[in-house]
């Protein structure tokens, strides 16, 4: 829901308290304390090249030889890396990767840049790991991935609900940030993970090269690209809770010379879910066309397609009919089966489509020039009810019913020269940037109480009044813009490599109301803001990197002090110390790091009026992660990690000082790996089993109400039938379990007992493919 609940404007600190415990609570979170294809690198900075993969039979047989385009330029620029797939030319930022561990990454610099050379921490989460372990969706994709803390609006919601070191997520698809209205944030993209060939995460301060960002970090996710070679897959998944699914991908050139290259990737999917009386049918489909009419240019078309239908809606349940709270429910805990809205009545439905581009141009060796535009317009519909409590007995929740209607469309372009070139003796690589993002979005809220219900023994059939004899709490239209220019150097000078970057953003909202909530009115932004990043490492002839950063961030706060002085934004910075270990040779990369990020001008009660807020609240995180990810051997691949956080109130007019942040793990610890035979009578197995450990978090800013903490476990295996006989070359099955133990726990409640989200039930799916090139 709006971001205006963690950052109370003029309407108020006591209204603002009825309207978060009465409208966000039906979503998303918010804390009331809150805190290509592309062309190649001129230079590589990792160590020594290793060389590829030995051949062997098909592990892989649905991957593509060559994935990214090859361009005519100078071998001695193009070696051949560990990760890139097939082994012919090295791995891209923006493309395919084989196994676990990725090499090169753009989230970080926006240039192609290793990993082991990038001042800022970066997990990159491969194709592979994905289909390995059966994500299938974004929040799956990140169980292993430590920092981010998952299902902050419950395992069962219909959004990819996430925070990163303690904050908020911006989320972005090809480098391009993605649109979510503001009043509601209900009209929010649901990306579909088999249209993905990379997600990346990106840790800490990013706006210097981003523009309004919060200081946790980003999510960039990277979509599939045509492929210089044929590759084409169908894939068929079924399972728990009467899950039906079926996904197509095939890529590859259009003529003979390869000048134009096609992709079309679908899915399509009808399934239950955990709950009774849900249900989801959903179709995606998304075709991509690279035409490359020389060695030097490079235009790709991307556009996907998304609908969502779903009966049935359930996110909350009263937290003490669920185990949680000092005193024991008389009547046990409800199953994870049950449904306590009205079957007939709840509906949620999210309509996407994108259209946009991916330009490169390389002039010379020294200078190119990359464009990304893309225009998304997604709109959602809610009919569906929302637990508002449980009274004295222990089994009568209170119920409202709520219906939201959203849309948001945006277009967002980012243009910029790269140039590199010698200054003596140090080595540069210079980027040059504007970016633009227009967005214009509605938001429509209304909502009443309706019957209670007996959460242990539910009747159905409550009396739900029309969506049109209700007034509207939320009736908004929102227009926000904002364009910004960064520079950034990458210098090196022998092992050492100092990045520096600096942005000046302008942004300007303007929101007319029409309800109750903010007052009708019409409402104006005008915002200013200059970020930076510098970072600095050193590359050991073994692989080791340390390196250090201090980086900075905002976003624009909507509202006005008592006084009618619009607010300021709100901003962040952090600190970082890291070590990155990749040992040449090697497949395997380990990561360690330390860090402090603060989020100042937070909106706090005004202690002169309490009915309005003043800029002097600020949160802060310090913490520690680590992560491993690659191949130990060539058999056995992993993917690891522990984090452990400090994250607290420091500045707060509400009396909530040194009080930890809400739905934020204050330690996770996670284990993948997966063992596969090449060799033998048991080649072409594969075995693959994760435990996930979340440590305790808090479910309201005055750290009441603890959720405890709980440990997952998680298997797959998998087969490869080209060993048994070569005739079946290209089939493979695979099956996936999470939660295998059926675990029951609660993942996090919304800001207090009456808006708590259950976890996952276990899961089992079946899959069975088969690729061909």
């Given at each position: 829901m709006s971001r205006d609940c963690v950052r109370p404007s003029v309407w108020g600190t006591a209204s603002k308290s009825f309207f978060c415990a009465t409208v966000f609570g039906l979503s998303m979170q918010i804390e009331p304390v809150l805190a290509q294809q592309t062309l190649p690198p001129v230079t590589v900075d990792a160590p020594k090249p290793q060389a590829a993969r030995p051949a062997q039979p098909s592990r892989r047989a649905s991957r593509s030889q060559t994935a990214t385009r090859r361009v005519a330029v100078p071998a001695q620029r193009q070696p051949v890396e560990q990760g890139a797939r097939g082994g012919v030319g090295a791995e891209r930022a923006n493309g395919p990767v084989i196994g676990y561990l990725a090499n090169q990454s753009a989230s970080g610099t926006k240039t192609d840049t290793p990993i082991l050379t990038t001042p800022q921490s970066i997990s990159v989460v491969t194709r592979d790991q994905m289909s390995a372990q059966g994500a299938q969706n974004i929040v799956e994709a990140l169980r292993y991935t430590p920092g981010v803390s998952l299902d902050t609006y419950g395992a069962t919601t219909f959004f990819d609900a996430m925070k990163l070191r303690g904050f908020d997520v911006p989320r972005y698809l090809d480098g391009l940030r993605l649109p979510v209205d503001p009043g509601t944030q209900f009209a929010n993209p649901k990306i579909e993970t088999y249209g993905l060939e990379r997600l990346e995460v990106l840790r800490g301060p990013s706006s210097g090269l981003y523009g309004q960002t919060d200081p946790g970090g980003l999510i960039n996710m990277v979509s599939k690209r045509p492929t210089v070679t044929a590759q084409h897959e169908i894939?068929?998944?079924?399972?728990?809770?009467?899950?039906?699914?079926?996904?197509?991908?095939?890529?590859?050139?259009?003529?003979?010379?390869?000048?134009?290259?096609?992709?079309?990737?679908?899915?399509?999917?009808?399934?239950?879910?955990?709950?009774?009386?849900?249900?989801?049918?959903?179709?995606?489909?998304?075709?991509?066309?690279?035409?490359?009419?020389?060695?030097?240019?490079?235009?790709?078309?991307?556009?996907?397609?998304?609908?969502?239908?779903?009966?049935?809606?359930?996110?909350?349940?009263?937290?003490?009919?669920?185990?949680?709270?000092?005193?024991?429910?008389?009547?046990?805990?409800?199953?994870?089966?049950?449904?306590?809205?009205?079957?007939?009545?709840?509906?949620?439905?999210?309509?996407?489509?994108?259209?946009?581009?991916?330009?490169?141009?390389?002039?010379?060796?020294?200078?190119?020039?990359?464009?990304?535009?893309?225009?998304?317009?997604?709109?959602?519909?809610?009919?569906?009810?929302?637990?508002?409590?449980?009274?004295?007995?222990?089994?009568?929740?209170?119920?409202?019913?709520?219906?939201?209607?959203?849309?948001?469309?945006?277009?967002?372009?980012?243009?910029?020269?790269?140039?590199?070139?010698?200054?003596?003796?140090?080595?540069?690589?210079?980027?040059?940037?504007?970016?633009?993002?227009?967005?214009?979005?509605?938001?429509?809220?209304?909502?009443?109480?309706?019957?209670?219900?007996?959460?242990?023994?539910?009747?159905?059939?409550?009396?739900?009044?029309?969506?049109?004899?209700?007034?509207?709490?939320?009736?908004?239209?929102?227009?926000?813009?904002?364009?910004?220019?960064?520079?950034?150097?990458?210098?090196?000078?022998?092992?050492w490599t100092l990045t520096m970057t600096g942005r000046q953003d302008w942004a300007q909202a303007e929101t007319v109301s029409k309800g109750l909530f903010p007052a009708p009115g019409t409402y104006l932004q005008n915002d200013r803001a200059a970020t930076g990043r510098v970072g600095l490492n050193y590359l050991f002839d073994i692989g080791l990197s340390p390196y250090a950063n201090y980086s900075t961030s905002f976003v624009p706060t909507s509202g006005t002090d008592q006084f009618g002085n619009p607010f300021k934004p709100t901003t962040g910075e952090g600190a970082e110390i890291g070590l990155k270990f990749k040992p040449v040779g090697s497949s395997l990369m380990l990561t360690a790091a330390v860090f402090e990020v603060t989020q100042q001008n937070v909106l706090t009660r005004d202690p002169g009026n309490i009915n309005f807020s003043v800029q002097t609240g600020e949160a802060r995180v310090r913490g520690f992660e680590f992560e491993a990810r690659g191949n130990v051997t060539k058999e056995l691949e992993i993917v690891g990690g522990y984090s452990s956080y400090d994250p607290r109130v420091t500045k707060s007019n509400d009396g909530f000082v040194g009080n930890y942040l809400v739905n934020t793990a204050l330690r996770q610890a996670s284990l993948w790996a997966k063992y596969t035979w090449y060799d033998g009578p048991l080649a072409g197995l594969g075995i693959g089993g994760g435990a996930r450990y979340i440590g305790e978090s808090y479910g309201d800013a005055a750290n009441t109400l603890l959720i405890p903490e709980y440990t997952l476990f998680d298997a797959a295996v998998s087969y490869d039938f080209q060993y048994l006989r070569p005739d079946l070359k290209g089939w493979s099955a695979q099956v996936n379990a999470t939660n295998l133990t059926n675990k029951y726990y609660v993942s996090s409640c919304l800001t207090g007992m009456a808006y708590c989200g259950l976890g996952a039930a276990r899961t089992v799916l079946g899959t069975l493919k088969y690729a061909w090139n």
């Open positions: 894939v068929g998944t079924f399972g728990s809770f009467d899950r039906f699914q079926g996904a197509f991908d095939t890529s590859g050139p259009i003529d003979k010379n390869g000048e134009f290259l096609y992709r079309l990737v679908g899915l399509a999917r009808d399934a239950g879910n955990q709950q009774d009386f849900v249900h989801e049918k959903k179709a995606f489909i998304a075709p991509s066309l690279t035409w490359r009419p020389t060695t030097d240019t490079s235009f790709t078309l991307l556009s996907h397609y998304s609908n969502i239908q779903n009966k049935g809606w359930q996110q909350y349940v009263p937290g003490d009919a669920a185990g949680l709270g000092p005193t024991a429910n008389p009547f046990g805990r409800i199953p994870y089966s049950r449904y306590i809205g009205e079957p007939n009545a709840d509906r949620f439905t999210l309509e996407q489509f994108s259209v946009g581009y991916a330009f490169e141009h390389r002039f010379d060796n020294n200078l190119q020039f990359r464009s990304n535009l893309r225009y998304l317009d997604v709109s959602q519909d809610l009919a569906g009810f929302r637990s508002e409590g449980l009274l004295p007995d222990f089994r009568t929740a209170l119920r409202s019913f709520n219906y939201v209607n959203a849309a948001a469309q945006n277009v967002a372009l980012d243009n910029n020269v790269q140039a590199d070139f010698a200054t003596g003796p140090l080595t540069h690589k210079v980027l040059v940037g504007f970016d633009y993002f227009r967005q214009a979005s509605t938001s429509d809220y209304k909502f009443t109480m309706i019957a209670p219900i007996d959460v242990f023994s539910p009747v159905y059939g409550a009396a739900i009044p029309a969506a049109n004899t209700l007034p509207s709490f939320i009736n908004t239209a929102t227009t926000l813009n904002q364009a910004g220019l960064y520079l950034q150097d990458q210098i090196k000078l022998d092992r």
